[in-house]
Structure formats: structure tokens, C-alpha cells
């Protein structure tokens, strides 16, 4: 060992009276390094991060749920049941919901207030005897202190393809500890859904019902402490003027879908909800280094592989290749979200490659 190594050696068995090994002064070394980099802090440089190109996470339905945790809130009685009956439906078979698109997968529906002969009723009375094999459904489960998570990621082993899971409702996956409304409460509910949700790169969307009490903002009626809104990544809440009325307002706020207004009405002989219209629609600009990368890579070319160069040289830039890649990184969910365009940067030791592939929708 150099004289280096010796003082460490020496200084970890100070005061033990025992003479330790060269051997094992190196492994009680090696150990402790281990072990104090499996508890600090991964931390990346702003340069290491724009460096990285991150897969687009696709949404389940575009607009509306994307990945991680998401409340659907409204009164009891209003019709949330067949609207997430609906929803995990239309996710199944890749139809449109509430006139948005939504990207097809397997779904698991935690009907925890029900049976499973009204689950039939229900699905009899929306879809007549139309059915997928996409659709997983259970009406019992443990609770977020007992066990659910575990089912969850023993289902998710076994059904690798789902993308999306509703549970039907909060208060039966709570349990009985934390029954009691506090704000750490609620957000560590929602966190450890979280954590099941980003683990396995799904959505969990969770039904759950306002209070009574009215508010200035609609999302301050979620019942419970403003820990279930600050957790979850997104929030639909469903209210109407009139309880008879048969329209409603759904409103939508995400951390990456911007708020919306949506007008929907309930068919009561199908038990469906329909879109009516979209109040003040948001629209994103478009971005013109974008626009330019959806006409080289399209239907005729829906492959294209080069260098940050050859990509300035194509689209007639002028840019530096550094700063292209730069642009690109973060500006990739949004290529993917409006023109169906996956971009991937990679690098060999000689130089670096972009590949933009346009997906089939």
C-alpha cells in the first residue's frame, strides 16, 4: 500500500486495540466508500443535462392523461363511475375519448365500490355485449399500507403492455391509518402511487370526490388538504351548476397539460359521457426548427440518420452541431407530441449521431 492508503487503514481501526490486514483495512475501506455512494446525492452539471437526449413519454390520451398520478374529482353520484368504466374502455381499444385521441394498451380497473354482476350491468348498459380482452378488472385489492403496491407490481410483471391503472376510489386504498385529513397525509397517499406509477412508466388515475364547501378555484373543492393536488401530476374535476342538469364542465390542469375547459354531457340512456366543446383551447406556437425536421422526415422519408452537420447542412441552418443537439433535447417531446417524430442522439468515439423516425399513428 502507498503511505496514503496506510493512514486511511490505521485511522479506521483507531481504538480498537486490534492490529487489522492489510486485506481487510482495504475492504472496510472499500465498503464504506460503497456505502456513502449509495446515500449521496446523483447530481448532474446544467451542461451534463443538456447533453441528454430523454425518451418522450407518450401520453394515454393526449391532452388529457399523461404518465404518473392524476385525480378525477367530482360529487358523489355524478357520473365519475361510468366515465372511468368509459375511459379504460376506450384506452383499451385505442378509440377516442371525450374527442380526444388515445394511444391503445392494456388497462387494469380497480372497482373497489362494486361487484362484479354491476360491473356487468354497467358495461351492458354502455357497450351492449361489445367487450376487449384489454381490460383487467378486480373489485377488491389491499390497501396503499398493506400491500398494494406489491399486487400492483407483481400484476404489472405479468402484464408488461399496461400502460394505465384506475382505482375506484381513493378512500378504499387509503387505509385506516391514514383516515385522518392532514396535508402529509394525503401527499404521502398520492407519493407512494407515485412512485408505483413512475416505477413502471404508467398512469395511475385516481377517482376520488369534492367537499361540500364551495371555493373561489374549483380544484380548492377536492376533499381533503391541498397535499392531494400538490402530489398528484394532474387533476380532472367534473362540476355542475345543477345537480338535475345533464351537462357538466370538466376542468384539467397538469404539470405538463396546460388548463382546460372542457363542456361534456351525459347520455342517460347509454350512460356515456359526451364532448360538447372546449372553451379557449390553448395552442402551443409551433417551433420553426421543428416545422422544418416534419418536412424532411415524413411519410416518403420517415427515416433519417446523420450527424448534427449533416442535419444543419439539410435543413439549411445556421447553427453550430453542439447547439442543434441542444435544442433538440429538450424540444424532443414536444417534436414527438406534435409531429409523431421519435428523436434519438447517440455517439461513438468518433462522432455523434441523431436518428428522427417517424411512428406510424
Same mark, same amino acid.
Given at each position: 500500500?502507498?503511505?496514503? @492508503? ?8 483507531? /481504538? *480498537? /486495540? ?13 465498503? *464504506? ?7 449521496? =446525492? ?51 381499444? /385505442?378509440?377516442?375519448?371525450?374527442? %380526444?385521441? @388515445? ?9 373497489? &365500490? ?17 367487450? @376487449? ?6 373489485? !377488491? ?15 404489472? +410483471?405479468?402484464?408488461?403492455? !399496461? ?5 375506484? @376510489?381513493?378512500?378504499?386504498?387509503? /387505509? ?27 398512469? +395511475? ?10 371555493? *373561489? ?19 380532472? #374535476? #367534473? ?22 375547459? =372542457? ?19 390553448? &395552442?402551443?406556437?409551433?417551433?420553426? =426548427?421543428?416545422?422544418? #425536421? ?60 441523431? %436518428? ?6
Amino acid at each position: 500500500m502507498d503511505d496514503k @492508503t496506510k493512514m486511511t487503514a490505521r485511522s479506521t481501526s483507531a /481504538g *480498537t /486495540g486490534v492490529e487489522q490486514s492489510p486485506k481487510l483495512c482495504s475492504d472496510s475501506i472499500s465498503n *464504506t466508500i460503497n456505502s456513502v455512494k449509495a446515500n449521496s =446525492l446523483d447530481t448532474k452539471t446544467m451542461r451534463e443535462l443538456n447533453d441528454i437526449a430523454f425518451i418522450p413519454n407518450k401520453p394515454v390520451i393526449d391532452g388529457l392523461l399523461n404518465n404518473g398520478v392524476n385525480l378525477l374529482v367530482g360529487p358523489p353520484k355524478i357520473g365519475k363511475s361510468f366515465m372511468v368504466a368509459d375511459l379504460s374502455v376506450r384506452v383499451s381499444k /385505442g378509440e377516442p375519448f371525450l374527442n %380526444r385521441k @388515445t394511444h391503445q394498451s392494456e388497462v387494469l380497473y380497480l372497482a373497489l &365500490e362494486d361487484d362484479f354482476q354491476r360491473l356487468q350491468q354497467r358495461f351492458y348498459r354502455m357497450f351492449d355485449v361489445e367487450d @376487449t380482452e384489454n381490460l383487467h378488472l378486480a373489485i !377488491v385489492s389491499k390497501d396503499i399500507k398493506s400491500g398494494l403496491e406489491i399486487q400492483i407490481n407483481e400484476f404489472m +410483471i405479468s402484464h408488461p403492455k !399496461v400502460s394505465l391503472i384506475v382505482i375506484d @376510489t381513493l378512500q378504499k386504498i387509503r /387505509g385506516t391509518e391514514n383516515d385522518k385529513y392532514s396535508y402529509s397525509n394525503d401527499y404521502e397517499v398520492i407519493s407512494i402511487l407515485k412512485q408505483i406509477a413512475d416505477r413502471h412508466n404508467i398512469c +395511475i388515475l385516481v377517482v376520488h370526490h369534492t367537499r361540500k364547501q364551495e371555493a *373561489t378555484d374549483i380544484f380548492d373543492t377536492i376533499s381533503g388538504t391541498n397535499g392531494l393536488l400538490g402530489a398528484a401530476d394532474g387533476s380532472l #374535476i #367534473i362540476n355542475k351548476d345543477k345537480r338535475a342538469d345533464s351537462k357538466a364542465k370538466m376542468a384539467i390542469s397538469g404539470r405538463d397539460i396546460p388548463y382546460q375547459e =372542457l363542456t361534456i354531457e351525459f347520455d342517460k340512456q347509454k350512460c356515456l359521457w359526451n364532448f360538447i366543446e372546449e372553451t379557449d383551447p390553448f &395552442e402551443e406556437p409551433k417551433d420553426k =426548427l421543428l416545422e422544418k #425536421i416534419s418536412v424532411l422526415v415524413s411519410i416518403d422519408k420517415p427515416e433519417w440518420i446523420g450527424t448534427a452537420t449533416d442535419l444543419i447542412n439539410e435543413l439549411n441552418l445556421d447553427l453550430k452541431a453542439n447547439v442543434l443537439s441542444r435544442k433538440l433535447n429538450p424540444l424532443s417531446a414536444k417534436l414527438y407530441k406534435d409531429y409523431n417524430i421519435l428523436y434519438e442522439n447517440s455517439h461513438t468515439k468518433d462522432a455523434r449521431f441523431i %436518428r428522427l423516425i417517424l411512428e406510424n399513428k
